[in-house]
Protein backbone atom coordinates (compact mmCIF):
# COMPACT_ATOMS: atom_id res chain seq x y z
CA UNK A 1 0.00 0.00 0.00
CA UNK A 2 1.14 3.32 -1.19
CA UNK A 3 3.25 5.16 2.15
CA UNK A 4 0.42 8.26 1.92
CA UNK A 5 -2.56 6.27 2.02
CA UNK A 6 -1.46 4.89 4.90
CA UNK A 7 -1.31 8.01 7.08
CA UNK A 8 -4.88 9.01 5.46
CA UNK A 9 -7.98 9.02 7.33
CA UNK A 10 -11.45 9.91 5.93
CA UNK A 11 -13.67 11.97 8.75
CA UNK A 12 -17.01 12.67 8.60
CA UNK A 13 -18.35 15.31 11.18
CA UNK A 14 -22.29 14.56 12.04
CA UNK A 15 -23.96 17.63 11.47
CA UNK A 16 -26.12 19.59 8.93
CA UNK A 17 -23.34 22.18 8.95
CA UNK A 18 -20.18 21.58 6.96
CA UNK A 19 -16.77 21.13 9.05
CA UNK A 20 -14.30 23.74 8.88
CA UNK A 21 -10.69 22.36 7.60
CA UNK A 22 -8.74 25.09 9.50
CA UNK A 23 -10.48 25.08 12.66
CA UNK A 24 -10.56 21.08 12.82
CA UNK A 25 -7.03 21.23 12.20
CA UNK A 26 -6.34 23.59 15.12
CA UNK A 27 -9.10 22.03 17.70
CA UNK A 28 -7.69 17.94 17.07
CA UNK A 29 -4.36 19.11 16.66
CA UNK A 30 -4.18 19.95 20.19
CA UNK A 31 -6.57 16.99 21.53
CA UNK A 32 -4.37 14.76 19.55
CA UNK A 33 -1.46 16.78 20.99
CA UNK A 34 0.87 16.72 17.84
CA UNK A 35 1.67 19.16 15.04
CA UNK A 36 1.82 18.80 11.64
CA UNK A 37 -1.48 16.87 10.77
CA UNK A 38 -3.13 18.23 7.17
CA UNK A 39 -7.47 18.53 6.51
CA UNK A 40 -8.53 19.70 3.93
CA UNK A 41 -12.47 19.11 2.17
CA UNK A 42 -13.81 16.46 0.49
CA UNK A 43 -17.36 17.70 0.54
CA UNK A 44 -19.92 19.27 3.17
CA UNK A 45 -18.98 17.97 6.41
CA UNK A 46 -16.48 15.03 4.86
CA UNK A 47 -12.43 15.46 5.52
CA UNK A 48 -9.78 14.27 4.44
CA UNK A 49 -7.01 13.93 7.28
CA UNK A 50 -3.05 13.21 6.52
CA UNK A 51 -1.08 12.55 9.39
CA UNK A 52 2.74 12.91 9.09
CA UNK A 53 3.26 9.76 11.66
CA UNK A 54 1.54 6.74 10.95
CA UNK A 55 1.71 5.90 14.61
CA UNK A 56 0.07 9.38 15.21
CA UNK A 57 -3.20 7.83 13.03
CA UNK A 58 -2.94 4.47 14.78
CA UNK A 59 -3.55 6.40 18.27
CA UNK A 60 -6.17 8.76 16.64
CA UNK A 61 -8.01 5.18 15.57
CA UNK A 62 -7.59 3.43 18.86
CA UNK A 63 -8.14 6.49 21.25
CA UNK A 64 -11.58 8.06 19.31
CA UNK A 65 -14.76 8.29 19.15
CA UNK A 66 -13.78 12.30 18.67
CA UNK A 67 -15.83 15.57 18.91
CA UNK A 68 -15.11 18.71 16.76
CA UNK A 69 -17.58 21.78 17.79
CA UNK A 70 -19.87 19.57 19.11
CA UNK A 71 -20.48 16.92 16.91
CA UNK A 72 -19.15 13.48 16.77
CA UNK A 73 -16.38 12.62 13.91
CA UNK A 74 -16.69 9.50 12.64
CA UNK A 75 -12.99 8.40 11.11
CA UNK A 76 -12.08 5.86 8.40
CA UNK A 77 -8.66 4.47 7.58
CA UNK A 78 -8.65 5.67 3.96
CA UNK A 79 -7.63 2.82 1.76
CA UNK A 80 -7.83 2.42 -1.97
CA UNK A 81 -11.36 1.05 -2.02
CA UNK A 82 -12.87 3.93 -0.20
CA UNK A 83 -14.01 6.63 -2.77
CA UNK A 84 -14.13 9.77 -1.10
CA UNK A 85 -16.76 11.05 -2.66
CA UNK A 86 -19.18 8.68 -2.19
CA UNK A 87 -18.03 7.75 1.54
CA UNK A 88 -21.09 8.05 3.76
CA UNK A 89 -22.04 6.35 6.97
CA UNK A 90 -25.95 6.60 6.83
Known amino acids: ?43 GSILHVFFPDEKVKERVMESGPWCFDNNLIVMVDWGRDVDPLNFGIM
Open 1 to 43: MDAEIIRELLGCQLSNEEATPGGFNLAMSRAWNFKGLRVSRVR
